[in-house]
């Protein structure tokens, strides 16, 4: 199972429009956000519960995390947070520049470490190595978000990986 539950509600990046939106649309946008997540949680806990697995995506700023449920769930010792980035994947937007890799930190909620090692991987340009090129990044704002709402297919390679990976390790 992957959960990736609108950030909307969550992102500080929407955060910088607060003050042109409608407060009591923005209450309810945040409201059926947390039923939405609770939801996802929820699934989450039966299905380690019955010995399967879940992924969770969220932005890795996301205040969501810090919500009680989230912090609860993550105390639990069968329960694994890792940070990647979404530019090793391919993933990518258009600014004033042109096309360009986007940098997306994303936060990984999982049981299943095999499906972490695929996902969690960090940007190259944060690597001190000089035999790495540096690559630029476009910034999410002005709309530029819409382009990263899909997965690149590099990804949802690594997540599949990941799961078979996982699976011949539990035989």
Not at 34 to 44: G, N, V, W
Not at 115 to 123: M, P, S
Not at 163 to 171: A, E, G, I, P
């Amino acid at each position: 199972l992957v959960g990736s539950p609108p950030c909307d509600p969550f992102s500080n990046l929407h955060n910088l429009s607060i003050g042109r939106e409608d407060p009591t649309k923005r209450a309810e946008k945040i409201r059926r956000g947390i039923i939405h997540l609770s939801f996802c949680f929820a699934l989450y806990r039966h299905r380690a519960a019955n010995g399967r697995y879940f992924l969770h995506e969220h932005p890795w700023s996301a205040w969501s995390w810090k919500l009680d449920f989230v912090q609860d769930f993550m105390q639990r010792t069968d329960v694994y947070l890792g940070r990647g980035d979404q530019c090793p994947f391919g993933q990518w937007s258009t600014d004033e520049h042109g096309p360009g890799l986007v940098l997306k930190p994303t936060g990984w909620l999982s049981n299943s470490l095999h499906i972490l090692e695929h996902v969690a991987v960090r940007c190259c340009n944060t690597i001190q190595n000089p035999n790495v090129p540096l690559h630029r990044h476009v910034h999410l704002e002005s709309g530029r978000a819409k382009a990263c709402q899909a997965y690149p297919p590099a990804l949802e390679r690594a997540i599949v990986e990941g799961l078979v990976s996982q699976l011949r390790s539990d035989k």
